[in-house]
């Protein structure tokens, strides 16, 4: 089980990454739905520092007997890579749309030259 102050500086860094999330949101420095994940994550970390068997509970679940807390890093590494995975979606279709633009400008360069010369 965590000790009962491991749990309390851990509840408290997860509703401060809370409140960032929520005050780039309201900022509009951060997108809601860019967001979703972030939110997601600072409360799970809210639910695991609250809970504080949960470690040992989450690896008997997953079958885990020699290293509890290796769940934890198991889970965050997956977080991160469905991060990434997200984030790489979104900087493709914004290269694509990149594209898509230029082109359109070079189009209307070349009509703005035809008509003047």
């Given amino acids: 089980m965590t000790p009962l102050g491991i749990s309390i500086a851990a509840a408290l860094a997860s509703l401060a990454l809370?409140?960032?999330?929520?005050?780039?949101?309201?900022r509009h420095r951060l997108r809601e739905r860019y967001a979703l994940l972030w939110l997601l994550a600072g409360i799970v970390l809210l639910v695991l520092s609250l809970w504080r068997s949960s470690v040992n509970t989450i690896a008997g679940w997953a079958g885990v007997r020699g290293y509890p807390p290796a769940v934890l890093f198991a889970v965050a590494t997956l977080f991160i890579l469905v991060v990434l995975l997200h984030y790489?979606?979104?900087?493709?279709?914004?290269?694509?749309?990149?594209?898509?633009?230029?082109?359109?400008?070079?189009?209307?360069?070349?009509?703005?030259?035809?008509?003047?010369?």
């Fill in 18 to 26: 809370l409140a960032i999330i929520f005050e780039l949101i309201r």
């Fill in 88 to 117: 790489s979606t979104v900087v493709s279709k914004l290269s694509d749309q990149n594209v898509i633009l230029a082109q359109r400008l070079a189009l209307l360069e070349a009509k703005l030259r035809d008509s003047e010369g």
